[in-house]
């Protein structure tokens, strides 16, 4: 029950992109929440049903890079040890980017016809 003469910014960090379940709720609670904008960043991508739906809904959506997980380590751990960027944090971080920045934008896609076809192709991911 949260005050509604007031904004709230939540930001959540999590290790996987929301389940389909959970994007539905998130899709049907925030348009009727306009006190509550809601950043997720998480860490990779899980399933991609649903995530598009979430932009629409006045969320924002983006994977953890090296600020946010460095935020986590130096706000949420206490363990005296400074963030120590893993080799592959830059590519790890680059290719969940890309790949939610595709599930995203086929949402955005123009119908090609003005029926709608029952099934659409998934995103065609190309590797290499
Ligand atoms: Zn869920």
Redesign the pocket.
């Known amino acids: 029950n949260l005050d509604e003469g007031k904004q709230y910014r939540l930001t959540w960090y999590i290790s996987w992109s ?6 539905l ?1 998130l899709v049907q609670f925030l348009p009727m929440n306009s006190h509550v904008s809601l950043r997720i960043f998480p860490a990779r991508n899980g399933h991609e049903d649903g995530l598009g739906d979430l932009p629409d809904a006045g969320a924002k959506l983006a994977i953890m890079t090296r600020n946010e997980l460095q935020h986590c380590w130096d706000t949420f751990l206490d363990n005296g040890q400074p963030f120590q960027p893993w080799t592959n944090l830059v590519e790890h971080t680059g290719s969940e980017s890309q790949e939610l920045k595709d599930i995203l934008r086929v949402r955005f896609l123009p119908p090609a016809s003005p029926s709608p076809s029952p099934s659409l192709p998934g995103p065609v991911s190309s590797s290499g």
């Open positions: 929301p389940c389909p379940d959970c994007a709720e």
